[in-house]
């Protein structure tokens, strides 16, 4: 058995196709005839799915192309290696196991193959024998994340431009690890840039990307913890402009509101320090260790509990916190639970409630 086909894997499909598509591109650059190249798509959401896709692979494999090149087999977009109802099937681990043995009988100085699958649960046999006698990739290392800084350096290069640390993780944390929203505000920032060696900094991707999975709240939560009363005014008017419901920034405020508590206590006890560089995340792990009983075992991303998020996005909250003193943020959620009810009770009036509130925290 040759180790010559390859596997690659990863728990985000975006970077396993990305991967896959530049190997495929390199291995198919020379090749004259159409009919030495050949894609076949494994996305399966039943058995007979699965046994459509590898009867088609097993045919792609066994087709030599008309003029003695050697041929290049993709099979891509594999979902049927997850631990999920298909994949546990009775049917499917049939069809793996004759995945297993064309792949185990192909002559790999005939045809080289490439296998892309995502998710793929790494406890079972078939993944273990392909990184024991493959050339096995696992696309963005083991997280889901993991990935991405290195997408997004290799996207900028792409692309002319350069980004600035602190952009590149408010972008992380606005597309929620999201690799193809990632690539989609990069191309769209350095479009607007418009030329090369420009650089992203931060108060760019404040600006153009969106908050994605909270809407488009970012740039009123952002102005009202600067503090700034016209800026807040400013971004309510323009959510207002797109929007009818001001709920939900309601919720985004409160939810900002409960980490900064959190921090202001942990500042007033001592237990976090504020540098040049924001928070010590030797401080974080340390107070997480103390404070751990008290937030139960769920390690989930809350609002509720401000060791489960990102230590730059705390530092980057807690810049302004010498002017939010316990009081001033106890008296912020009281008065979000104000404006909330007000919200209710005066359904056509929203952007008036919302300007109140503003006037009342900031003015």
């Given at each position: 058995?040759?180790?010559?086909?390859?596997?690659?894997?990863?728990?985000?499909?975006?970077?396993?196709?990305?991967?896959?598509?530049?190997?495929?591109?390199?291995?198919?650059?020379?090749l004259t005839d159409d009919f030495s190249r050949e894609i076949v798509n494994g996305t399966s959401s039943k058995v007979a799915d699965v046994e459509i896709a590898v009867g088609r692979f097993r045919q792609a494999v066994q087709t030599l192309p008309l003029f003695g090149e050697k041929k290049v087999v993709w099979l891509k977009e594999v979902n049927f290696l997850a631990d999920s109802v298909t994949g546990r099937a009775e049917g499917t681990l049939a069809q793996v196991e004759l995945l297993k043995?064309?792949?185990?009988?192909?002559?790999?100085?005939?045809?080289?193959?490439?296998?892309?699958?995502?998710?793929?649960?790494?406890?079972?046999?078939?993944?273990?024998?392909?990184?024991?006698?493959?050339?096995?990739?696992?696309?963005?290392?083991?997280?889901?994340?993991?990935?991405?800084?290195?997408?997004?350096?290799?996207?900028?290069?792409?692309?002319?431009?350069?980004?600035?640390?602190?952009?590149?993780?408010?972008?992380?944390?606005?597309?929620?690890?999201?690799?193809?929203?990632?690539?989609?505000?990069?191309?769209?920032?350095?479009?607007?840039?418009?030329?090369?060696?420009?650089?992203?900094?931060?108060?760019?991707?404040?600006?153009?990307?969106?908050?994605?999975?909270?809407?488009?709240?970012?740039?009123?939560?952002?102005?009202?913890?600067?503090?700034?009363?016209?800026?807040?005014?400013?971004?309510?008017?323009?959510?207002?402009?797109?929007?009818?419901?001001?709920?939900?920034?309601?919720?985004?405020?409160?939810?900002?509101?409960?980490?900064?508590?959190?921090?202001?206590?942990?500042?007033?006890?001592?237990?976090?320090?504020?540098?040049?560089?924001?928070?010590?995340?030797?401080?974080?792990?340390?107070?997480?260790?103390?404070?751990?009983?008290?937030?139960?075992?769920?390690?989930?991303?809350?609002?509720?509990?401000?060791?489960?998020?990102?230590?730059?996005?705390?530092?980057?909250?807690?810049?302004?916190?010498?002017?939010?003193?316990?009081?001033?943020?106890?008296?912020?959620?009281?008065?979000?639970?104000?404006?909330?009810?007000?919200?209710?009770?005066?359904?056509?009036?929203?952007?008036?409630?919302?300007?109140?509130?503003?006037?009342?925290?900031?003015?």
């Amino acid at each position: 058995m040759s180790k010559e086909f390859t596997f690659i894997c990863g728990a985000d499909d975006f970077l396993v196709s990305r991967m896959a598509k530049a190997l495929f591109e390199e291995k198919t650059r020379d090749l004259t005839d159409d009919f030495s190249r050949e894609i076949v798509n494994g996305t399966s959401s039943k058995v007979a799915d699965v046994e459509i896709a590898v009867g088609r692979f097993r045919q792609a494999v066994q087709t030599l192309p008309l003029f003695g090149e050697k041929k290049v087999v993709w099979l891509k977009e594999v979902n049927f290696l997850a631990d999920s109802v298909t994949g546990r099937a009775e049917g499917t681990l049939a069809q793996v196991e004759l995945l297993k043995d064309i792949l185990e009988n192909t002559d790999p100085q005939g045809v080289d193959i490439i296998v892309s699958a995502s998710p793929v649960d790494r406890r079972r046999a078939f993944p273990k024998w392909c990184e024991k006698n493959t050339g096995f990739h696992l696309a963005g290392g083991k997280g889901k994340d993991s990935g991405l800084q290195q997408l997004i350096e290799e996207e900028c290069k792409q692309l002319g431009v350069s980004i600035t640390r602190d952009a590149q993780e408010l972008l992380e944390i606005k597309v929620s690890g999201n690799t193809r929203l990632a690539i989609e505000e990069l191309r769209k920032m350095a479009t607007y840039l418009g030329g090369e060696n420009e650089a992203i900094d931060d108060s760019l991707v404040a600006e153009m990307v969106p908050e994605f999975g909270e809407s488009n709240f970012f740039e009123t939560a952002e102005a009202f913890y600067s503090l700034d009363l016209q800026w807040t005014l400013e971004a309510i008017r323009r959510h207002f402009f797109h929007q009818k419901d001001g709920r939900g920034l309601i919720t985004t405020l409160q939810g900002r509101n409960r980490l900064l508590i959190q921090l202001r206590v942990l500042h007033d006890a001592g237990e976090i320090r504020l540098g040049g560089r924001g928070l010590s995340s030797r401080d974080l792990q340390n107070a997480a260790q103390t404070y751990a009983r008290h937030f139960g075992e769920n390690k989930d991303k809350s609002n509720f509990n401000v060791f489960t998020q990102n230590p730059w996005y705390l530092g980057r909250l807690a810049g302004n916190i010498g002017k939010l003193p316990l009081r001033k943020l106890i008296d912020f959620q009281t008065r979000f639970l104000e404006t909330f009810e007000a919200l209710l009770q005066r359904p056509d009036e929203q952007e008036a409630v919302l300007r109140d509130l503003a006037v009342r925290c900031l003015g």
